[in-house]
C-alpha cells in the first residue's frame, strides 16, 4: 500500500475533461424530484468511484491491525455542491486542526489511526508546516548548490519527521480523503463495514464538521447558476441532511466506542444540544465545544455521568499546550473501560 | 516591510478570544434591512481591520517601483458567510492555480506582482509543493541527524527557490491576502487607490473567483444556524453582490489596464457572455475559459478584434506546458500598447 498516495474525490477527475469533451455528457440525467432520508439516500446518492479502492485498503489495514486498537478520525468539513458542474459549494470551517492533532495523539498511545479527512485539509504530522504563515520555500536555503532546511527549523523537524516516518514505517496511519458531503457519508459507512473485525478495539472519533443542510442530486443545478445585470435575488432551498449516527451506532459498527462532536457558537445551547444528541443515538461520548474557545476548553457528556470539562490552565495555554494533548487520553481511559466492558459480556454469553 | 507575513483576515482573529468571553459581546447590532448596492456597499460594511497595514504596505511597494510595471494578481475564491460567527459559508471552486501560475511569469518578465490572494490558496513559487499529492514531509530524508532535502527533489526545488529568493531579494512581490467577499471588495478598492502613481504602468489582472451572490450584513445570523431533528428546510434568499468593475475602471484605476476573467461550465454561453462583460465595463480585455478546459485553452475578448484563443497544442498538453506561459505573453503585448497609447495621448494633451 502507498501510505502517500492521496485519492483524488470525483471533483477533480470529473472536471478535468484532459482534452476530451467540453461538456462531461456522462453525468446522467436526474431522477424526478424525492425526498431524502436515511432509508433511500445511499439509493439516491452515487458513491465516489474510487470508493472500491479505499475499503480494499481499509480492509487490509484491518487485518494488518489485527488485535491493535484502530481509532478512525474524521477530520476537516464536508462541502455541498450548489451545482453539478460544481463553482458553487457551501462549505463548514474547519482547517482540520482537532482531526489532524488528535491523530498524533492517538498515535503516540499505540493506536492505528484511520484518518478520513477532507482533502488538503491538516494531516498529522504536515499539519506542523502545511498551513502555517511560512510558505514551504522559507524553511528551505541553498548551500553549495544544493537545498538545505534551515538550521533554525532543523530541531523542531526532525521531532516531527521521525514521528511521522515510524508511523510511515510501521503502517500505522491510513489516509483517507474526501470533499463533499455526499462522498464522506458512502465512505464512512463503507470503512464502518471494514472496520467492523475490529469490534470494541475500534474507536470512532468523529470531529468531522458535517453539513447539516444539502441539495439533493434531483435539485441540483446542471451548471454555473447566473447571476443577472441589475440582480435577482438567489433563492436556495436546502434540505437536512439526513442524521446517520443512528445507523452508524446500530448497524455499521455494533461493537464499537463512538465519540461525536457538538460545535457550537452560542455558549447558552452548547450543553443541552450535546445532552440531546447523547440521548437521541445513544452512543457513548459526545465531546462539546465552543468555536470561539475551542483550543482551550472542552466539555464530556456521557451517560449516567456529570459533565467534565477538560480546560488548559494559565499556564498550558501560555505554552501553547495543545487541548487534545489532554483530551486523547481522557478519551483512551474511556475505551480501556468499554473495552473491558465488551470482554466481559463476551465471556459471560 | 516583512515579505513573507501574512495578514490574518479577520475571522482568524475575531473568533480566537484568547481566554476572554465566550460570546464576542463587541459586535455591534447590525442596522435594518437595507438594500445595498455600489453605492452604499462601503457604507454599510466594515473594512477589513488590518486594511490600514495593507494600504501602508502597498503605497511603499508602488513608491519602491517606480518606473517599473506592476501587475495586481487576484486569485481564489471569496467567501460567503451564512453566520456572524462563521461556521458555515458559501465558497467558490478556486485553489489559485491559475493567479498563483501567472503571477511568476509576471515576475520572469520584469514585472512587480501585488498577489491578492484567498488565504491559504495556491501562491506563486511555493504552489509547486503545497497543494502537492506529497505532504511537506515526504520531500524530507534524515542524514547524520538532520533533516535534508531528498535527492530526487534537489534539481527542481533549487531552480524554484532561486527565483522565490530573487523575487525577494528585489522585493518584487508583495502578498495581501483576502477571506471573505466584504473583505476582498473593501481592499481592492484600497490597493487600486494606492496604485494610482503607477498610472498606465499598472495592470490588473482580475483572476480571483468573486461571489455573485451574497448575504448582507444586515440579514446574516449572529450564531449557528440551527438544524432540527425531524428537520425542515433552510431557506436562503442572497442578494447580488454589486458590480464594482465599472468603479474600477472609472474612479478606483482610471490610467490602468484592466483584465477580468470570465469562467463558465456551459460552452455555450462563454462568449456571449464575456462579451457582455466588455461592453458593460469597457475595460481592456476580458478573458474567457472554461471550468472543464480552463488548463488547455481560453480565449481573449477586446474591443474591435475578433476573438483570440489560446491553446496549448497536444504536444504542449503532453509536456504539462502551463498555458499561463501562453497568456502572459500574450498580456504584455496589449500591455505595450496601452502603455505607448497613454503615453502618446499624456504628449499630445
Known amino acids: 500500500m502507498d501510505y502517500t498516495r492521496h485519492h483524488l474525490p470525483p471533483p477533480t477527475r470529473r472536471l478535468s475533461t484532459e482534452g476530451g469533451p467540453v461538456i462531461d455528457r456522462t453525468i446522467p440525467l436526474l431522477p424526478p424530484a424525492l425526498e431524502i432520508d436515511e432509508h433511500n439516500f445511499f439509493d439516491n446518492s452515487d458513491p465516489p468511484e474510487y470508493l472500491e479502492d479505499l475499503i480494499k485498503e481499509t480492509e487490509e489495514f484491518v487485518k494488518f491491525h489485527n488485535g491493535r486498537r484502530i481509532a478512525l478520525v474524521t477530520s476537516g468539513g464536508t462541502t455541498v455542491p450548489l451545482e453539478n458542474q460544481t463553482v458553487r459549494f457551501i462549505d ?20 492505528a489511526v484511520i484518518f478520513l479527512h477532507r482533502q488538503f485539509s491538516l494531516q498529522p504530522y504536515s499539519r506542523h508546516y502545511s498551513h502555517a504563515t511560512n510558505c514551504f520555500l522559507d524553511y528551505m536555503e ?13 530541531a523542531e523537524m526532525i521531532s516531527v519527521l521521525r514521528k511521522y516516518q515510524a508511523a510511515k514505517d510501521k503502517n500505522l496511519l491510513l489516509l483517507l480523503p474526501f470533499t463533499t458531503i455526499v462522498q464522506y457519508l458512502h465512505t464512512l459507512r463503507a470503512v464502518s463495514e471494514a472496520l467492523q473485525p475490529a469490534g470494541c478495539r475500534a474507536l470512532f472519533y468523529l470531529a468531522a464538521a458535517v453539513s447539516d443542510f444539502f441539495v439533493p442530486p434531483s435539485r441540483i443545478s446542471e451548471h454555473k447558476i447566473q447571476s443577472k445585470a441589475g440582480g435577482n435575488q438567489l433563492k436556495m432551498d436546502l434540505d437536512p441532511v439526513p442524521k446517520f449516527l443512528t445507523r452508524l451506532v446500530d448497524k455499521w459498527a455494533p461493537s464499537a466506542m463512538i465519540i461525536s462532536f457538538k460545535l457550537e457558537t452560542d455558549s447558552t445551547i452548547l450543553l443541552s444540544k450535546a445532552h440531546q444528541a447523547l440521548e437521541r443515538y445513544s452512543h457513548q461520548l459526545v465531546i462539546g465545544n465552543l468555536l470561539q474557545t475551542r483550543k482551550y476548553e472542552v466539555v464530556f457528556v456521557e451517560p449516567n455521568s456529570p459533565e467534565f470539562w477538560i480546560r488548559l490552565s494559565d499556564r498550558q495555554a501560555k505554552d501553547q499546550v495543545e487541548v487534545e ?11 480501556n473501560a468499554w473495552i473491558k466492558k465488551s470482554d466481559e459480556m463476551a465471556k459471560d454469553s
Do not use: C, M, W
Open 142 to 154: 541553498e548551500q553549495d548548490g544544493k537545498v538545505v532546511v534551515g538550521p533554525k527549523y532543523q
Open 92 to 111: 463548514n470551517f474547519s482547517a482540520g486542526t482537532r482531526g489532524a492533532t488528535s491523530a498524533e495523539y492517538f498515535l503516540e498511545n499505540n493506536y
Open 325 to 335: 494533548s489532554l483530551i486523547i487520553p481522557a478519551v483512551i481511559e474511556r475505551h
